[in-house]
């Protein structure tokens, strides 16, 4: 192995360090983020679940540009049985 | 003569009263109770102004249509001319829902293509009964006429009876509301997301102003803003409200008023169709609709009110000068 890539490969190795790093970081608040955009997409759709809803125009209007939070919906449905265990997972190893 | 531009429900045209797209046409509403006479007062003012050497276009947005009786010729969606300067409609609501739904079905269609198999159409069937689709119906039809003919001196609606016009009116500040918070949430959902992208240092699609929902959002927070500025303007707008000398008519034209006085819409003109008699009645209009200037029609000045004569042989109670 070269000098040259044992030093990319240090390289690389911390590059990963550090992005693991970052995710780790981030993790909580990409969770606070799922979560408002699941509260976002039940503000829109809450009629089915029992909540006042705005205008169907307006729902309407904007449901084809929200096929990623509408996914997150009914991905929250399935695991709406078991949220500690969401929490736990989401929080992590200590 | 203005380019025709459908209103497709999705794109992104806006309606406006200044700017790019200018309405030069004064709008007039003629509301009220069914039956006190909308329809009646809104033909004889658009004659009156047409004889005056303006170019008008009266518009029926109520779904029980009057104009063709009053005018005595078959209408339809498509203007007809009357007499040179006044051209007449009547908007077919049910067509407006069937249409916005079919543009939003195909929308919806090549966005979710792979649920074909939840057989789309059938939601759509029930879907023109949803609360709130009718009063979109006459917005639609009503922003639609307003491009159309943005270039006449007058584009005046016979609007349906109070309940609905009442809705459709509030409808641009109603979805004001509800995007104004919709907006400040969809922004709180992005910052968190560029604060996750930056401490990634990822390349993604972190900018606020690439965000499709927020896009729609502001363009349907500048439709409804466009109309709601230009029916609240009394440089653009004139609201005339009808009623007739009897105590439900005039309980229902308070509420009208108030409700409109809650929307910050003015009403400068109160129509007192067949107002015949001592008078009594003029009188206790005083007082009761502040501000407003009533113009007595007197029943018997074109009995029966029809037909293009007969309302020639009418007089308006102000001069069209003043409209």
């Given at each position: 192995m070269s000098d040259r890539s044992l030093l990319q490969r240090i390289r690389l190795f911390f590059h990963d360090l550090q992005a693991v790093n970052r995710n780790k970081a981030t993790e909580m608040l990409e969770f606070e983020m799922i979560e408002l955009r699941n509260i976002f997409a039940l503000l829109l759709f809450g009629s089915f679940v029992g909540m006042p809803a705005p205008p169907v125009h307006i729902t309407l209007q904007l449901l084809p540009a929200m096929d990623d939070e509408v996914k997150l919906m009914f991905r929250r449905i399935n695991v709406a049985h078991d949220a500690l265990a969401e929490v736990v997972s989401t929080l992590g190893e200590p | 003569?203005?380019?025709?531009?459908?209103?497709?429900?999705?794109?992104?045209?806006?309606?406006?009263?200044?700017?790019?797209?200018?309405?030069?046409?004064?709008?007039?509403?003629?509301?009220?109770?069914?039956?006190?006479?909308?329809?009646?007062?809104?033909?004889?003012?658009?004659?009156?102004?047409?004889?005056?050497?303006?170019?008008?276009?009266?518009?029926?947005?109520?779904?029980?249509?009057?104009?063709?009786?009053?005018?005595?010729?078959?209408?339809?969606?498509?203007?007809?001319?009357?007499?040179?300067?006044?051209?007449?409609?009547?908007?077919?609501?049910?067509?407006?829902?069937?249409?916005?739904?079919?543009?939003?079905?195909?929308?919806?269609?090549?966005?979710?293509?792979?649920?074909?198999?939840?057989?789309?159409?059938?939601?759509?069937?029930?879907?023109?009964?949803?609360?709130?689709?009718?009063?979109?119906?006459?917005?639609?039809?009503?922003?639609?006429?307003?491009?159309?003919?943005?270039?006449?001196?007058?584009?005046?609606?016979?609007?349906?009876?109070?309940?609905?016009?009442?809705?459709?009116?509030?409808?641009?500040?109603?979805?004001?509301?509800?995007?104004?918070?919709?907006?400040?949430?969809?922004?709180?959902?992005?910052?968190?997301?560029q604060i996750i992208t930056r401490i990634r240092r990822e390349n993604g699609k972190a900018g606020r102003e690439r965000d499709p929902i927020l896009g729609k959002i502001a363009d349907m927070v500048d439709l409804y803003r466009g109309m709601s500025e230009l029916l609240k303007n009394p440089g653009t707008t004139s609201t005339f409200l009808v009623l007739n000398p009897d105590e439900l008519s005039l309980a229902e034209s308070r509420l009208i008023w108030e409700e409109m006085s809650n929307l910050k819409m003015r009403i400068p003109y109160l129509i007192l169709n067949k107002a015949d008699g001592d008078g009594s009645f003029l009188k206790r209009l005083d007082g009761l609709f502040p501000g407003?200037?009533?113009?007595?029609?007197?029943?018997?000045?074109?009995?029966?009110?029809?037909?293009?004569?007969?309302?020639?042989?009418?007089?308006?109670?102000l001069d069209v000068g003043e409209i």
């Open positions: - | 003569m203005a380019s025709r531009k459908p209103v497709d429900a999705m794109s992104k045209d806006r309606v406006h009263n200044r700017a790019d797209e200018p309405i030069h046409a004064r709008v007039l509403l003629f509301v009220g109770k069914g039956g006190v006479g909308k329809s009646t007062s809104s033909s004889l003012f658009a004659l009156k102004l047409a004889r005056a050497g303006k170019r008008v276009l009266l518009n029926s947005i109520d779904p029980a249509h009057n104009l063709h009786d009053i005018y005595q010729t078959a209408l339809g969606p498509k203007p007809k001319t009357i007499v040179p300067g006044l051209e007449v409609m009547e908007t077919n609501l049910d067509q407006w829902v069937k249409k916005y739904l079919k543009d939003t079905e195909r929308n919806f269609r090549s966005v979710y293509r792979y649920q074909e198999s939840f057989n789309l159409h059938r939601y759509f069937r029930t879907l023109k009964y949803a609360p709130g689709l009718e009063e979109y119906a006459v917005l639609l039809a009503l922003v639609d006429c307003l491009r159309r003919f943005a270039d006449r001196d007058y584009v005046i609606f016979d609007t349906p009876p109070t309940a609905l016009t009442l809705k459709f009116l509030a409808l641009p500040d109603v979805s004001l509301l509800w995007l104004s918070e919709l907006s400040q949430f969809r922004q709180l959902i992005l910052d968190k997301q407003v200037r009533t113009l007595p029609l007197p029943a018997s000045a074109g009995n029966p009110m029809t037909g293009i004569e007969n309302l020639d042989s009418v007089e308006l109670p």
